[in-house]
């Protein structure tokens, strides 16, 4: 069964760590994207990849960078966690240029 | 670049009652229209979903339609069970990027 993994399903972080969220997907797809879902917002777009080392920015950027070392593994790094940061964050992956995303289970962040 | 609006935003309905989630997109550019359901603890999985060059899809108790003249698609669920109470999000995208609406949470009542 192909799939996305999220490493953690729940983390508590305190101010001003710096946060790791690890995705791996086993389709070889190409893209990896990263999202954070809020109540009454929907999923925001934090960062994506087409390729292995490259990366874009999505629609909130800030306060967050990526990793793309391998085609399966595509990492969020939160370099200074703030409790505005706390979500549930989401990683999917997709064919080049092709249909609709597979989603991970999500992780649940919560930063104190 | 790309907007896309999703009502209702909460939606209850009786059990075997159909369910009606609509969706406008902006950019006349976008040619794929996926819908996702998210349950509990769970990601969004993807449903069904359509492209530009078609009107209507239907997959048993769903269904999606697409007006590109107006820039509306919406989704459609008969015959509704316990089982479709999740959150809704529809989509549009022209490239390997996917815009989201900002979801409709659907309630089954018994």
Not at chain 2, 36 to 61: A, F, H, M, T
């Amino acid at each position: 069964d192909v799939k996305v993994t999220q490493s953690s399903r729940y983390l508590v972080k305190r101010t001003g760590e710096k946060v790791f969220l690890e995705c791996v997907q086993d389709m070889d797809h190409e893209n990896m994207f990263w999202y954070r879902q809020d109540p009454g917002l929907g999923l925001r777009l934090i960062y994506f990849s087409y390729d292995v080392k490259m990366k874009e920015k999505g629609d909130i950027p800030e306060g967050y960078s990526v990793s793309r070392e391998k085609k399966e593994r595509f990492s969020l790094i939160l370099e200074s966690a703030s409790t505005n940061q706390t979500s549930m964050y989401l990683c999917a992956s997709s064919q080049q240029g092709a249909d609709g995303y597979t989603f991970g289970s999500g992780t649940r962040l919560t930063v104190v | 670049g790309e907007n896309v609006e999703q009502h209702p935003s909460t939606l209850s309905v009786q059990e075997g009652d159909s369910a009606v989630i609509k969706c406008t997109y902006s950019d006349s550019a976008s040619n794929y229209f996926p819908w996702y359901k998210q349950e509990l603890g769970k990601g969004p999985q993807l449903i069904i979903d359509i492209r530009s060059n078609v009107g209507e899809k239907k997959d048993q108790r769903i269904a999606v339609t697409l007006n590109k003249t107006a820039k509306h698609f919406s989704l459609h669920i008969t015959e509704t069970q316990p089982e479709d109470s999740a959150v809704y999000f529809c989509a549009a995208s022209m490239d390997d990027k996917i815009i989201f609406g900002k979801g409709t949470r659907l309630h089954i009542l018994p």
